[in-house]
């Protein structure tokens, strides 16, 4: 990817599609990012607007679902508190999306109604309790879950260097003071790394106040013995719908005729319902067409970018989410030549020895067991050999690699 994608797309960090922290840009970034966006044969303007990882701030296609969300908050909209959700669905389905959009708005209206504009009228509008969305891949732990959530209560992050579970209980209490309960939505619960719903039920229940929780997963509710008030199931998207969101996204983020409508329904066919694997495929084919110097998406560039997502597929986010030295060693991975994956062993040893990884080859082979354990990678049987022993197993990633080469390598370029 040339620099100038590169450039464009940290500005997609002001627009809130990027899940990372917020950075201030220098003069120099900003006057280089204009006159880039202003290029007559750019393919990309806005890759944020294509990402897999990013969801728009008005969710489209999933009015019926989205208004069962809202059915489910009505009761917040009168002062007082929801009961306790489980919002559900396959990956792509637009859960997080549909939630983190409707908890944003909510949590804006909150804290105007909260900074204590007081008149000499007697009769006051019911105030809605605050709302805050956590991630459950950045909030692994009691304390990171407690801490996200009063960093939700607040109009600036809590400092939590050094500070103790119990200290930040504390803090949440004192910010909740004399409000009737808060409602916390917690995605992404029940995958590995993460909390399940019992689990985030028994952490909020150690902090002295009221609060309700809305868990979002994929995992059916009746594997759970947490049993949540209701329910609200988000259906994978339907063909036409898929159409809808992908003409959506890539109007926002690639230039006019860039991608035809046939090549947006046959993506809409190979993606079966899943949004985040459709735009992951347009992401790739885009980064091959830039590429290849070219200002619309080929059938060739198509085919490689659909190619680059496996099937099945872990979605991006939580690979994203790995600790950064996990990350490295993905990164190394995909690029390694084909023959060095054969094998652990072989990966091991490449890896290793990659400049930038700073790792011992048994810390790197645990990571790769591990990683394959929790299906991030594929450790597919290779040839037989006609040796002794346990086969080897060829290691390959079952997530899209084009668009996390990009990711991450714009991450680490911040």
């Known amino acids: 990817m040339r620099k100038a994608g590169r450039?464009?797309?940290?500005?997609?960090?002001?627009?809130?599609?990027?899940?990372?922290?917020?950075?201030?840009?220098?003069?120099?970034?900003?006057?280089?990012?204009?006159?880039?966006?202003?290029r007559s044969r750019q393919l990309v303007r806005d890759y944020a607007a294509v990402s897999p990882v990013s969801h728009p701030p008005e969710p489209v296609a999933r009015e019926a679902s989205l208004e069962r969300i809202?059915?489910?908050?009505?009761?917040?909209f009168s002062g007082a508190l929801p009961p306790s959700t489980y919002v559900w669905g396959p990956k792509g389905a637009g859960k997080t999306a549909l939630v983190k959009a409707t908890f944003d708005l909510l949590a804006g209206v909150s804290r105007e109604q909260h900074r204590g504009i007081h008149t000499t009228t007697r009769t006051e509008r019911?105030?809605?309790?605050?709302?805050?969305?956590?991630?459950a891949r950045d909030a692994d732990s009691e304390f990171a879950l407690l801490a996200a959530v009063l960093n939700g209560l607040l109009d600036r992050p809590a400092p939590t260097q050094g500070v103790s579970t119990g200290r930040i209980r504390e803090q949440i209490s004192r910010e909740i003071d004399g409000r009737d309960g808060v409602v916390v939505a917690v995605d992404h619960v029940g995958e590995p790394r993460t909390?399940?719903?019992?689990?985030?039920?028994?952490?909020?229940?150690?902090?002295e106040g009221t609060f309700v929780w809305i868990g979002i997963g994929r995992d059916s509710p009746d594997v759970y013995s947490t049993e949540p008030d209701q329910v609200v199931e988000v259906p994978a998207?339907?063909?036409?719908?898929?159409?809808?969101v992908l003409t959506d996204r890539t109007s926002a983020g690639l230039s006019r005729n860039?991608?035809?409508?046939?090549?947006?329904?046959?993506?809409?066919?190979?993606?079966?319902?899943?949004?985040?694997?459709?735009?992951?495929?347009?992401f790739g084919s885009a980064v091959l067409a830039e590429r290849n110097g070219t200002d619309t998406i080929r059938p060739s560039d198509l085919d490689a970018g659909i190619d680059a997502v496996p099937r099945p597929c872990i979605a991006l986010g939580r690979v994203l989410s790995l600790p950064k030295n996990w990350q490295r060693v993905l990164a190394a991975l995909v690029d390694l030549p084909r023959d060095d994956r054969t094998s652990v062993t072989k990966a091991t040893d490449a890896l290793a020895t990659s400049s930038g990884?700073?790792?011992?080859?048994?810390t790197v082979r645990r990571m790769l067991y591990e990683l394959a354990e929790e299906g991030i990678l594929d450790r597919e049987p290779a040839e037989a050999s006609g040796s002794r022993g346990r086969p080897p197993s060829r290691i390959e990633?079952?997530?899209?690699?084009?668009?996390?080469?990009?990711?991450?390598?714009?991450?680490t370029d911040e």
């Open 126 to 135: 019911p105030k809605t309790p605050p709302f805050v969305y956590v991630d």
């Open 258 to 282: 860039a991608v035809t409508h046939e090549q947006l329904r046959e993506l809409a066919v190979w993606a079966e319902g899943d949004a985040h694997d459709a735009l992951a495929a347009v």
């Open 70 to 76: 809202l059915d489910a908050l009505e009761p917040a």
């Open 357 to 362: 990884i700073e790792l011992s080859a048994g």
């Open 7 to 38: 450039s464009s797309r940290t500005s997609e960090i002001e627009h809130g599609y990027t899940p990372t922290s917020i950075r201030q840009m220098n003069l120099e970034e900003r006057i280089t990012r204009r006159l880039r966006r202003n």
């Open 195 to 207: 909390h399940d719903l019992t689990s985030v039920a028994e952490t909020l229940a150690t902090v």
């Open 397 to 411: 990633p079952l997530f899209p690699t084009l668009v996390f080469r990009e990711l991450y390598r714009e991450r």
């Open 237 to 244: 998207f339907r063909r036409h719908a898929m159409v809808d």
